[in-house]
């Protein structure tokens, strides 16, 4: 069935089902993964009857078989003086959304632009009386030592709302984004006019951090040093929106612990109650996060803990939690956005890498938007000059599994019964993790999402195409890039080869 999803105005999504749900409940549960939902909510349909005004949905035997289009209404949450939010409908990506209240970590994607917060009111008026000066005759302001201080220090709060080590690039915005607002605060003989406030910044940010690791902030006492050589910095490697969240309040790590004990029992049940494994997951996870980013465990010891995680609906919540984005809607926009331009460059250079030819050769037969999905995909190695072995290898019904994974790292696995395709799995640490997969784009990007979750850093051997996966088709952390992908980045912009 597909489904069209009005979240609110600015948010309008198109999915697929590959199955009928059984009950509302699980039809509940799959919306909310699909879409990265949290918190109750409402889901209204068009019914024809009533010349196709929204209903409340109270039986799936209501909606049409093959297309539909919903509105999903998130309940309102009591008004408080800590949020001046009232919207009844929003999306994940919302920072005041009810979405953001049921999840444990509460930080949202880098804004852009980004915005400079409010200052004390003493500060405020300063700035305003300097504004104003410099408006007139380019006066500029000479802040005595408490208040740069101050200033500093609410742009390193504001900084962690959205990272606890943010780039480069992101120091530079926010400098440029103060002396935008506040011109007054320009430095004297400097070109750019904010240089020293970036430097000033990134020393602040390091003291905002180490007083947040003393109070016991997780993310940052995970990088802890004691005696010895300087460890590797445990951080969000991926851009990560929510790399290592503390516990939420009012609950301890022993009653995430119980929660973690009865998704596992829950698991184990003939029918499993997926709404009820889908809240667990939502309250479990900063203690998932804890276990997998501070002891680093292997695949197979996560997957006996958290036997939920290594399903298709679960990676993709986990991979909502993570980053505020929708993996496969991501995944699959990116692709086609890019699509035709990937096929004319493959085409360029098809005839110096044969292996592109050969893929190219399969759209004779099937020229489906499906097809040219997985050909760009395969195509990706070889144009970007990496190992296509490491990413797909193909076996046959007749190995045992431990001959099919055996190799293979990070990747994913074709299985063929002499030239049929019989199934796609996602295989990690020698293991299939993950299979029943109906094709190669659905493969890949689940293999994404559990490297995300599993926080396993890509495969040397496929550095750049991995990147260009999420740099480039996802956009997430595309700000920066290694020079080979930027340099294909803008060559997928141009209009001409």
Known sequence: MLLRIIINKDDIRKIQTDSEPETLDSFYSFLK??????????????????????????????????????????????ESPQTDSTLDTASLSSPSSSSMEDTPSCRRPWPDPFVIPKFSYDVELKLKRGNEAYQENGTLLITNKDTKSEILEKLAEEIYKYSAYPSREQYDIVAQSLVKKHPCLREPGSVKGWYCWKFSLKFKMGNYRNKLRVSGCSELTVNRRNSGPKQKLKKAKKSEVNFLPDVPEGKTQNVLEEERAAIVAEMKKKKVDWKKVTDM????????RKEIVEEQPLVAEVKAKWPALFTDTQIEAEFARLTSTDLWDTFVSGLDQYMERFLQMFRAKSHCIQALSSLLSLLDDDNSVQK?????????????REDPSKLLKIAETTESEEQMAKGVSIGVLLIQEEEDVIDFSVVLEEQIILNGITDFPHAVAMLVGLLFALNIDYPKELRYTFEVIQKVLMNIGGEQCSARVHGLRNRLLCKTL
Request: charged content about 25%; glycine content about 8%; some cysteine.
């Open 33 to 78: 993964c699909k879409l990265g939902l949290g918190g109750d909510f409402v889901v209204q349909f068009q019914d024809p009857d009533f010349g196709n005004e929204f209903c409340n949905l109270s039986s799936l035997s209501e909606l049409p078989k093959e297309k539909a289009t919903l509105k999903v209404i998130l309940k309102k949450i009591p």
């Open 281 to 288: 997951m939502a309250s479990t996870f900063p203690l998932r």
């Open 372 to 384: 040219k999905r997985a050909v760009i995909l395969r195509g990706l190695p070889h144009f970007l």
